[in-house]
């Protein structure tokens, strides 16, 4: 077990900017549920999702937005450090679904200008941060989870950085919200993870941004923070289906971080679900942590905020990661809201509903991200008090 200390956190996502406001706004049970933004809702079954509300005129969508989302949670991030503006020779993993997708939507249909310098990351990372060193990995929606697994290994390197920030970003795109609509014989109105009359998945906007740094002694010398501790992430690819998930492949991943973190079952407090409200994930998902913890299914709270933000897709890990770390230091669980009649196989689980949770004793969380084609990814984190 590599302990790394995350001494900087961002994030923004549509319940909020900021990581105090996104984290008071889930508290509170506030959705960012609205009529869709940035689309022709005459064009889609589905009439709403989950949208960071930033685009100047509503209804007409404007490129480079994911661009803008992670500029702001790096940002965000690097400040709440100490870094600065200057990231040069520091480097930046991005997780990612569908990158600068919609940007390329617009410019296709629409001819609305955009370079394609701007579909990589690193081009905007270099000009607003000066950051020399970007990696961009599109992994579903595990993306930012698997991020997080290289840039700790990237920590491990002789001679490599003692700093890495990592990310996840992803926003609404017309193909992809049209295809998760279609699937379901009803489209959704909203998320309801793990209940059992839930209709599927609506898409939310996000980004997220972690600080990690090497060993505890360099972040209590260079942190103005330390949030807490990133004990261990395991990924898998089981490539079992390319949507359908497997339980089997999910459970090893849960695991192996156990394992690498160094932690049993009965020590796990909080569980950061998945919790996307699809018809298929939410069961296996269900099925694999039941059968991991055992008798100690019961024990720790749990809960899904993408009943609160939507699906943000390659961000959804590191939101989890931020939300988790909040919620061990406050004593504080935010709610899923939504949950009325749990499915049979979450039955025995202790969801936080209606409001949020107060406990005392919270130290270690485990958070899920699971994508299509089997890219699973679970982190174990400890908080700070």
């Keep these: 077990m590599t302990i790394r200390p995350i001494i900087g956190m961002g994030a923004v996502a549509a319940t909020g900017s900021g990581v105090d406001e996104l984290f008071d706004s889930l508290c509170r049970g506030v959705s960012g549920r609205a009529a869709l933004r940035g689309f022709d809702r005459a064009n889609f079954r589905a009439q709403h999702a989950y ?17 803008r989302l992670l500029l702001d949670a790096v940002g965000q991030a690097a400040a709440d450090a100490g870094l600065g503006e200057d990231l040069s020779g520091i480097p930046v993993l991005v997780g990612t679904g569908l990158r600068e997708l919609r940007s390329l939507e617009l410019w296709w249909r629409d001819g609305s200008p955009f370079a394609d310098s701007g579909l990589h990351f690193g081009t905007g990372l270099r000009e607003r941060f000066n950051a020399d060193v970007t990696h ?4 579903a929606c595990s993306a930012s989870l698997y991020a997080l697994a290289l840039g700790s290994d990237l920590l491990d390197q002789e001679g490599g950085p003692d700093t890495v920030i990592v990310a996840g970003v992803d926003v609404l795109t017309e193909s992809m919200y049209g295809l998760l609509e279609r699937v379901h014989n009803q489209p959704p109105d909203r998320v309801r993870p793990f209940d059992r009359n839930r209709t599927g998945v609506l898409m939310g906007d996000g980004a997220a941004a972690v600080v990690l740094r090497r060993s505890p002694d360099e972040a209590a010398a260079a942190a103005k923070k330390v ?40 020590d796990v407090d909080l569980v950061m679900l998945h919790g996307t409200g699809t018809l298929l994930n939410d069961e296996a998902e269900a099925a694999a942590l039941a059968d991991v913890l055992g008798d100690d299914a019961s024990a720790p709270l749990m809960t899904a905020v993408k009943s609160m933000t939507g699906h943000t897709s390659g961000a959804s890990g590191l939101i989890n990661l931020i939300v988790g770390l909040q919620a061990l230091n406050a004593g504080t669980v935010p709610p ?25 004793e919270l130290r270690v969380a485990q958070l899920n991200a699971f994508g299509f084609g089997g890219i699973n990814a679970v982190a174990i984190v400890e908080g700070s008090r």
């Design 227 to 266: 949030y807490g501790n990133l004990r261990g992430v395991a990924v898998n690819c089981d490539a079992y289906h390319v949507t359908a998930p497997s339980p089997e492949g999910i459970a090893e991943a849960m695991r192996a971080a156990h394992r690498i973190a160094g932690v049993k079952p009965a």
């Design 136 to 139: 961009t990995f599109s992994n």
């Design 336 to 360: 899923t809201v939504g949950l009325d009649d749990p499915v049979e196989e979450a039955e025995r689980f202790r969801f936080v509903t209606e409001q949020a949770a107060t406990a005392q």
């Design 51 to 67: 949208e960071v509300d930033d685009r100047p005129v509503r209804g007409a969508d404007i490129p480079g937005r994911a661009t």
